[in-house]
């Protein structure tokens, strides 16, 4: 059987018997004012974060979001979105497609803005997702892609960049891995099916999504997930995993390479009113601006007298240059 066989067995177990805590022990959902989340729906709360970002879902975007779950966040992305088709939930296993169905038809009883037709749910799987190409404003995944193997994770990857409309955007939270997780945690099936192994550190993650095309990449969260501890895993030390939470956008990547924001700001401390680098960056003198990594480190480079650049807060809601 292979890790995908197994994932999606595991799958329609926990569909059927929801495993409270199976992700995020400590997450709950986000709290939108008129947005009641039925019990059973809640219990199904399988991701490690959230991809529902409200400042990326102006204008009512079309959403696809992929790995349906029990349906929180597909109801979540129906909440900006209020029409029928605005969301399609795109899932390969039958018994969470049913359980996401039933939990949409509750959703609606206690939502009176809410109708389960504001979501489509369609068969279907992140390899090849069943709609056109450029053809949604939105693609989010929540706790899915860290369980696939590389090779697997770059397909899925060149599908939602497929599938978005220029300027689109990637929403996803995923687990990472403080370190490189070792081969025989990697090889368990199981574990890697319940987000646990599958895990790649932040720079392996973010290099993914720049290698398939996108060219702006933003941390919206990084925090804490689970402890891999070396009794009951088998390693020599304690392996911490993070939570992501990132905003990867389909627009074209600079000749000098994609804008990674992790927070940094620049801190022009010279005598001037303000500081201008010649390549696009003014800076106020005393005045924190929100920089891309890679600019922070030319300015850090070339400018180390004048310039102060902050440690990256891992918590970036747009603004500033790049």
């Not at 991809?51 to 009512?60: C, F, G, S």
């Not at 925090?223 to 891999?228: A, G, I």
């Not at 924190?288 to 030319?298: F, G, L, N, S």
């Amino acid at each position: 059987m292979s890790y995908l066989e197994t994932t999606a067995k595991f799958y329609s177990e926990v569909a059927q018997t929801p495993q409270v805590g199976l992700c995020c022990v400590q997450s709950s959902p986000l709290q939108l004012l008129g947005l009641k989340i039925p019990l059973r729906m809640q219990e199904m709360n399988y991701g490690c974060g959230t991809t529902v970002h409200p400042t990326e879902l102006a204008d009512a975007p079309t959403v696809l979001y992929v790995g349906v779950g029990g349906g929180l966040e597909a109801l979540q992305f129906a909440y900006f979105s209020r029409r029928p088709g605005a969301v399609i939930a795109v899932e390969p296993v039958a018994a969470m497609r049913d359980a996401a169905t039933r939990n949409l038809e509750l959703a609606a009883k206690d939502n009176p803005w809410f109708e389960p037709s504001f979501v489509e749910i369609r068969e279907g799987d992140a390899f090849a997702l069943p709609v056109p190409d450029a053809s949604v404003d939105v693609v989010a995944q929540n706790c899915l892609f860290n369980i696939f193997e590389p090779a697997d994770l770059h397909r899925a990857l060149q599908e939602a960049f497929r599938v978005l409309k220029l300027n689109g955007r990637l929403l996803m939270s995923d687990p990472i891995a403080t370190r490189p997780i070792p081969e025989h945690l990697q090889k368990d099936e199981r574990l890697r099916a319940m987000c646990l192994s599958g895990a790649l550190t932040y720079e392996s993650y973010i290099q993914h999504l720049v290698n398939v095309g996108f060219g702006q990449v933003e941390i919206r969260a990084r925090r804490p997930y689970r402890l891999l501890d070396r009794q009951t895993y088998g390693l020599d030390d304690h392996l911490l995993l993070e939570s992501l939470d990132s905003v990867s956008f389909k627009v074209p990547i600079p000749d000098d390479g994609a804008c990674i924001f992790t927070g940094k700001t620049a801190i022009y401390t010279g005598s001037k009113p303000a500081f201008d680098d010649q390549a696009g960056h003014i800076l106020q003198q005393g005045l924190p601006t929100a920089v891309c990594d890679k600019t922070a480190t030319k300015l850090a480079t070339f400018f180390p007298k004048d310039i102060l650049i902050t440690d990256s807060t891992w918590h970036y809601n747009g603004g500033g240059c790049c």
